[in-house]
């Protein structure tokens, strides 16, 4: 799959910010909040987007907005690589996520055709 690929299958090599994370690019990040909060039509805070990816381990930031995500603790829970291993494939959390993620749709299931 992806180099830096979410359990979701978010590639996470083009998300901005994985990539001002890993830079440690704080204007990115406050660029990239303001930007998602218009986006989204909600108050995103900047301390909210650092993400070092679903398989960081702390104290490193993980999951989207800062917040625990749903499918990455679901795909921890359940030991799966990634969602398109999963025998629910594809749930009704990730049905939710792929509507606003195409291209993570289109990864998870170029993986499940492996």
Known sequence: M?????????DCDACPAFLATRADDEEALARIAAEWSEMYGAEIPSESIPCAGCFAR?????????????IRSCAM???????????????????????????AEANLEARRKR
Request: some cysteine; aromatic content about 6%.
């Open 77 to 103: 829970e359940k030991d799966i690589p990634t969602c398109a291993e999963c025998p629910d494939f594809a749930c009704e959390k990730l049905l939710d996520f792929l509507a606003c993620v195409p291209e």
């Open 2 to 10: 992806l180099e830096h690929g979410g359990y979701c299958g978010i």
């Open 58 to 70: 702390e104290p490193e930031p993980t999951g989207c907005h800062a917040g625990e995500c749903a």
